[in-house]
C-alpha cells in the first residue's frame, strides 16, 4: 500500500490466535480517569464524507484507520520486522506451491460477521473474486484467475509465481458474500453499514468524528476497549493540540519540534515511535529530461546532499529515519538483502569527489556556476506541495547541498492536487517522493526502475516509475525475482538491482519511510516500542487492530 503522510500540512512468529489478549495482566475494567473505556484517535485531514467503503483507499472508513476495527486480514505481517513470518487471523494456515503459482487457505472457523452470520470459506472466496472481476477494488493489481472453495479450504490459482505479492494476498480483508453480493456498483458504493469479522461495529458518523463500539461475539478476547472515536482534525497544528491536552491519544502527524512541543509537556505518558520500514523517500527525477537524463550528473547529486541535516532539520530528527545505505535499501530491515560487496557502506557527502565526476563526463565550471557539456547552465527546479513542511526543509537543504557543485535550484510550492497531477503525467524536474514497501526490497526498486511501468512524460495514470526511468536490464532483474524458482536466483536478481541502483542513480533515497505514530499511556498501555516491536504504531493499518487487542488500561 501506499505509504500513508499526514504531514502538515505506511513479522512476530507464527502462532495461532485463538484466545489472544491483551499482553500482561489488567483489570476488564478501565482505569479511573477513563470508566468509559475510549479510546481516542486523530488524524489531521479536515470533514470526511460519510463512505465506508473498505476497498477504497479514499473513503473515510480507510482513510481514518477504522476500517481495521471492523474488518480483518487473512493474515497479520508485521511490517517493522518484515522477514518475519505472519501471525494467523482469519486463516489458520497457507500452503504455496507450483513456485508460489498455488495458494491453499485454510479458513478458521468459529468466526462471525459481526450481523451474526458465520464466515465461511465462501466468504473468503468471493472476496478474491470482488478483486479479481473489479480491478478498481484491487489496488495491488494481483492477477488472481482460479478461485474455488470447498468446506473451510479455498485455492487460489495464478499463472505466474506470486512470491512477490505473498503479502498483499494474505493481508486481504474478508467482506460477506450475503452482503457484498446484493451491492450493485462494490467500486462506488459508500456503505453506509459496515459488516466485518472485526471486534467493533460503527455506532456513528459525522465529518469531524466516527465512533465505533464494540461488539459482542468477536471470535477472539474481546478488547478491554469498549469505544474508538476517531476525530479529523482541520490541519496540523489542531491535530498536534489534541494530542497535548489529551483529546487525541493515538495519531501519525509530523510534530517538527516533537520535544518542546509535545513528549515534553508530559514525558511519563506522551510517547512517539517511528521505527523505519523497506521503503525510501527520497529525491526524484524526470529522467527524461535533459540533463537529468544524465546518470553521471545524479550520481553527483547523491555525492553531494546531507542526510544528517535532512534527518535533523526536515525531519526534526525522528519521523522519516535516515538512509544513507549505498544501496538505498533501508537498514536494519533490510540488511539481507543487501549484496555481501554493498554492507556496510554507507554515502558520505563528497563535493571534491563530486566535482570530479562532473568535470571527467564533459562539465564545465564557470566560476560557482555548472554548465553541462553543451554549455547550458545546469538547473533544477523543485516542486512541492505547499503544506508538506518537512518535504519543503527537505528540499530546501537539497537546494543548498546542490550549490556546492555550481546547480541553481528553487523551491516551488504548489497545490497539493496539482503537485499530485504533475507526479502522475511527469510535468516536473526534481521532488521529493516516497516509494511502496513490501517484505523485501522488491517493491520498492519496483517503484523505481520498472519499466513494465513505464509511461511517457506528459501520460497519466502513473502506479510507480515516477521518475520515467528506462533500464532494460533492470525490468528484467525485476521480472527473473518476482519469477524465479530459487532464492540463489533471487539472490543474484537483487544484487542486480543494487548495482543499477548504485550505477545508474534513477532516483536517490535520502530517508526510510516510516510506520509510526504518537499515543498517551496515560489511559492506555501495552503499546509498541522498540523493546517490544510486535506491530506498527501507525494507527491506519492492519496491525492497529493487533495494537487495540494489546492495550489494557493503564493502572
Not at 486463516?91 to 504455496?96: E, G, L, R, Y
Not at 516491536?533 to 493502572?555: C, E, F, G, S, W
Request: aromatic share 10%.
Amino acid at each position: 500500500m501506499r505509504v500513508k503522510r499526514a504531514v502538515v500540512a505506511a513479522l512476530v512468529a507464527t502462532m495461532a490466535v485463538t484466545g489472544l489478549t491483551a499482553c500482561g495482566g489488567g483489570s476488564s475494567t478501565a482505569a479511573q480517569g477513563n470508566p468509559d473505556a475510549v479510546l481516542n484517535v486523530g488524524k489531521p485531514d479536515g470533514p470526511q464524507a460519510e463512505n465506508n467503503n473498505p476497498f477504497l483507499e479514499t473513503s473515510a472508513l480507510s482513510n481514518m484507520g477504522y476500517r481495521w476495527m471492523i474488518y480483518e486480514p487473512l493474515a497479520m505481517y508485521n511490517r517493522v520486522k518484515p522477514q518475519e513470518p505472519a501471525k494467523p487471523w482469519l486463516a489458520t494456515k497457507w500452503d504455496w506451491s507450483d513456485n508460489y503459482k498455488k495458494l491453499v487457505l485454510t479458513v478458521r472457523d468459529g468466526v462471525k460477521f459481526s450481523d451474526g452470520q458465520p464466515m465461511t470459506g465462501e466468504d473468503v472466496a468471493y472476496t478474491f473474486q470482488l478483486l479479481r472481476d473489479n480491478k478498481a477494488l484491487n489496488v495491488d493489481a494481483v492477477p488472481y484467475k482460479d478461485i474455488t472453495a470447498a468446506g473451510n479450504q479455498v485455492t487460489l490459482g495464478f499463472d505466474n509465481s506470486q512470491f512477490v505479492n505473498q503479502v498483499k494476498i494474505l493481508q486481504t480483508l474478508v467482506v460477506p458474500k450475503h452482503v457484498w453480493q446484493g451491492i450493485k456498483d462494490p467500486a462506488l458504493d459508500l456503505v453506509k453499514n459496515p459488516i466485518g469479522t472485526g471486534p467493533y461495529t460503527l455506532k456513528s458518523a459525522t465529518p469531524q468524528t466516527m465512533i465505533v463500539t464494540r461488539r459482542d461475539g468477536y471470535w477472539q478476547e474481546a478488547p478491554k476497549v469498549k469505544e474508538i472515536r476517531y476525530t479529523s482534525y482541520t490541519d496540523n497544528n489542531a491535530q498536534v493540540s489534541a494530542l497535548v491536552n489529551g483529546a487525541a491519544e493515538w495519531s501519525f502527524v509530523f510534530i517538527p519540534n516533537y520535544k518542546a512541543v509535545y513528549t515534553n509537556k508530559d514525558p511519563q505518558h506522551y510517547k512517539l515511535w517511528f521505527p523505519a520500514q523497506l521503503a525510501v523517500h527520497g529525491l526524484w527525477f524526470n529522467t527524461e529530461k535533459a540533463p537529468w537524463n544524465d546518470a553521471k550528473l545524479r550520481q553527483a547529486v547523491n555525492k553531494v546532499i546531507n542526510r544528517d541535516d535532512i534527518f535533523n532539520q526536515g525531519e526534526a530528527g525522528y519521523f522519516y529515519p535516515k538512509n544513507d545505505q549505498v544501496t538505498g535499501i533501508p537498514t536494519p530491515a533490510g540488511d539481507p538483502f543487501i549484496a555481501p560487496q554493498y554492507k556496510g557502506k554507507s554515502v558520505q557527502v563528497d563535493v571534491p569527489g563530486a566535482k570530479a565526476l562532473l568535470t571527467g563526463a564533459g562539465y564545465k565550471f564557470t566560476g560557482d556556476k555548472l554548465a553541462d557539456p553543451g554549455g547550458k547552465p545546469v538547473t533544477l527546479k523543485l516542486t512541492v506541495p505547499s503544506g508538506w513542511s518537512d518535504y519543503i526543509t527537505d528540499l530546501e537543504i537539497i537546494k543548498d547541498n546542490l550549490a556546492q557543485i555550481g546547480i541553481t535550484a528553487t523551491v516551488e510550492k504548489m497545490n497539493q492536487d496539482a503537485w499530485m497531477k504533475s507526479v502522475d503525467t511527469g510535468d516536473f524536474e526534481g521532488l521529493m517522493h516516497w516509494t511502496n514497501d513490501g517484505q523485501t526490497p522488491y517493491d520498492m526498486y519496483r517503484d523505481v526502475m520498472d519499466g513494465n511501468r513505464y509511461k511517457p512524460t506528459g501520460q497519466g495514470g502513473i502506479n510507480g516509475n515516477y521518475g520515467r526511468y528506462k533500464n532494460d536490464e533492470a525490468t528484467k532483474a525485476l521480472e527473473t525475482y518476482a519469477n524465479a524458482e530459487d532464492d540463489a536466483a533471487r539472490t543474484a536478481a537483487m544484487a542486480t538491482l543494487q548495482r543499477i541502483m548504485i550505477d545508474q542513480q534513477p532516483m536517490v533515497p535520502t530517508s526510510a519511510a516510516n510506520s509510526g505514530g504518537e499515543y498517551s499511556t496515560k489511559n492506555w498501555v501495552g503499546w509498541p516500542d522498540d523493546a517490544n516491536p510486535y506491530a506498527p504504531a501507525q494507527p491506519t493499518l492492519r496491525n492497529a487492530l493487533d495494537i487495540v487487542l494489546h492495550l489494557k488500561p493503564a493502572a
